[in-house]
């Protein structure tokens, strides 16, 4: 049962404009939410989070937005930049962390373009 | 500061053989999880642990055994491999503080293929 789910395996968007990730999850317990960017052969690395409690973070180049009642997340990075090409993890846990796990989606592997 | 560093990085192995896995934290780290990686299920949860001790396991079978010494370093092993145990395991650890806040350090991962 994927409590996490990523639809989109790729997206692929020109450099300097928008490039949305989309993230949808189904375990009403989870009530904080993270991304991770992995570039091949290397580990995934914290990009951005977001509680519950709120429905926008931003730093920087990345947005994300949180829809509880749609149980779903988006990440925004603009403007996109080659550099942001990699694979795209949405995470989640709940139950303040005691028990130690994130719950991980499949990924999105985005491409920017020159 | 050197960050999470998992050895072996690449490795070869028949079916019913076993496997170790090594990750020493980045220092000043006490919680150190492991997740693997396939291409049909994203990253899976395997196991944590805090100072020796595993505070949560995931829904893998009892093949997948872990430990933490009391430097924080940290092995997983595979016993009995199946071809389906190839995998990126990808270990990480976490700031020392109040709570799981989610944010992990990972490695760059150990791929394991099974043949």
């Known amino acids: 049962d994927q409590q996490v789910k990523q639809n989109s395996p790729s997206l692929s968007v020109q450099e300097g404009r928008i490039s949305i990730l989309n993230c949808d999850y189904t375990?009403?317990?989870?009530?904080?939410f993270l991304w991770y960017k992995k570039y091949p052969a290397e580990g995934p690395t914290f990009l951005i989070s977001?509680?519950?409690?709120?429905d926008k973070n931003e730093d920087g180049r990345f947005t994300v937005f949180l829809n509880k009642s749609a149980k779903h997340l988006s990440l925004h990075i603009v403007p996109s930049q080659p550099g942001d090409s990699a694979v795209y993890f949405c995470?989640?846990?709940?139950?303040?962390?005691?028990?130690?796990?994130?719950?991980f989606g499949k990924g999105t592997l985005l491409t920017v373009n020159p | 500061k050197a960050g999470v560093t998992q050895t072996p990085r690449y490795l070869i192995k028949t079916r019913g053989q076993q496997v170790t896995l090594s990750c020493s934290p980045i220092s000043g780290h006490r919680s150190v999880s492991w997740y693997q990686q396939t291409p049909g299920q994203g990253l899976q949860f395997l196991f944590e642990?805090?100072?020796?001790?595993?505070?949560n396991k995931g829904n893998f079978p009892g093949r997948f055994s872990g430990r933490q010494f009391s430097n924080s370093r940290s092995e997983m092993n595979v016993s009995t491999l199946e071809l389906g145990d190839s995998a990126l395991y990808l270990c990480a650890s976490s700031r020392p503080g109040t709570g799981f806040t989610g944010e992990l350090f990972f490695g760059e991962g150990s791929r394991l293929t099974v043949l």
């Open positions: 642990y805090f100072s020796e001790t595993q505070r």
């Open positions: 375990n009403s317990m989870f009530d904080y």
């Open positions: 995470a989640a846990f709940g139950q303040g962390g005691s028990n130690y796990k994130l719950t």
């Open positions: 977001i509680s519950s409690i709120k």
